[in-house]
Nanobody, 113 residues
Framework: QVQLVESGGGLVQPGGSLRLSCAAS????????MSWYRRAPGSERELVAT????????DYADSVKGRFTISRDNAKNTLYLQMNSLKLEDTAVYYC??????WGQGTQVTVSA
């Protein structure tokens, strides 16, 4: 069955960086576009970034454009999210998913001084 396991979250100060990873299994990762979502406390789940199956096309929410970079390694069935210049409002649980698979546990990112 499909499994999406996110990791790499943590506590970071404003302006800091984190790199999230997502290990995917149970489907043909290399032909599937993938996305990162996040859910902040008290908010709906938000689409953060999307990458095409071959990695050639990416798209970002305006709130993270220029600060976050989505990438993938199809040989390792792994999705990444490099997050730089983190802000307090980036605090959320981050999930990888194309939007229609069962959701994983996510990884908590907390930006705090």
């Amino acid at each position: 069955q499909v499994q999406l396991v996110e990791s790499g979250g943590g506590l970071v100060q404003p302006g800091g960086s984190l790199r999230l990873s997502c290990a995917a299994s149970g489907f043909t990762f290399s032909v599937q576009y993938m996305s990162w979502y996040r859910r902040a406390p008290g908010s709906e789940r938000e689409l953060v970034a999307t990458i095409s199956a071959n990695g050639g096309t990416t798209d970002y929410a305006d709130s993270v454009k220029g600060r976050f970079t989505i990438s993938r390694d199809n040989a390792k069935n792994t999705l990444y999210l490099q997050m730089n210049s983190l802000k307090l409002e980036d605090t959320a649980v981050y999930y990888c998913n194309p939007g229609f698979f069962p959701w994983g546990q996510g990884t908590q990112v907390t930006v705090s001084a």
